[in-house]
């Protein structure tokens, strides 16, 4: 792992001992998941390192440290950005969700694992828990990777941000053409000013991007909308 910690130090990002030693049983977990369940398409350590929790390390780069904070990962699938984050910053409040119950399972297992305190990891739908008072506007930040479009990122994650928390969303070249068209949803649901950060990775010739939201206003009760209902008919 002292690959992933000289990446993660070129970001200023620094890993201990113990935190690599975390993300090296979770890469054994992941591989082993993999072969059952589909997490990933990625099947080399190296790659794993680099495009799983190299990438989804950079996202602090814009959060800031989150050792305080409060953090939801919606469609969290094999763990990314959550987990990597959590990892580095320990104190973080994390949950996690996933509407696939064997990727949820995977996700608690490697909780339990790597001995990981403050994390729920919940199989649920966006739509179904952005109404729930016990998650509603309560998070300071609300993250996705390759979830989907902008538009519909919009309205699964801001109603799960308080009013001054931010929405973090991974993407890739479409980046600022998605923020361009998502403008009138944003503004609908509460978001505020929505700035792009470009990140180029190790050994790879993209440049993805991290769009972060501002949680300005309340997100009206009407959202988000009946499951399916967002991506079907994005705002």
Not at 119 to 132: F, K
Not at 160 to 182: D, I, N, P, W, Y
Not at 190 to 213: A, D, K, N
Request: with cysteine; hydrophobic share 40%; proline share 5%.
């Amino acid at each position: 792992m002292n690959d992933l910690a000289g990446w993660a130090q070129s970001f200023d990002l620094h890993l201990t001992t113990d935190q690599l030693r975390q993300f090296d049983v979770y890469e054994r977990l992941l591989l082993e998941w993999n072969d059952r369940i589909s997490l990933t398409a990625i099947r080399g350590p190296h790659e794993i390192r680099i495009r799983h929790f190299l990438d989804s390390l950079t996202c602090a780069t814009v959060t800031g440290s989150l050792a305080e904070c409060s953090m939801i990962d919606v469609g969290s699938g094999a763990g990314f950005p959550g987990l990597p984050l959590k990892i580095l910053f320990p104190g973080l409040r994390l949950t996690m969700m996933d509407s696939i119950g064997k990727k949820a399972r995977f996700l608690e297992l490697v909780v339990r694992e790597l001995g990981l305190r403050d994390v729920t990891v919940l199989a649920e739908r966006a739509e179904t828990l952005g109404h729930s008072p016990t998650y509603r506007a309560t998070f300071d930040w609300a993250t996705a990777r390759a979830v989907a479009e902008l538009r519909v990122l919009a309205e699964l994650l801001l109603p799960f941000v308080r009013v001054e928390g931010h929405v973090l969303a991974q993407k890739g070249e479409s980046a600022r053409q998605e923020m361009t068209v998502a403008a009138t949803a944003i503004a609908t649901l509460g978001g505020g000013e929505t700035t792009i950060t470009g990140v180029r990775l190790p050994e790879t010739e993209q440049t993805h991007y991290l769009i972060v939201i501002a949680k300005q206003q309340p997100t009206d009760d009407r959202y988000p909308r009946r499951v399916g209902m967002p991506a079907k008919r994005p705002l």
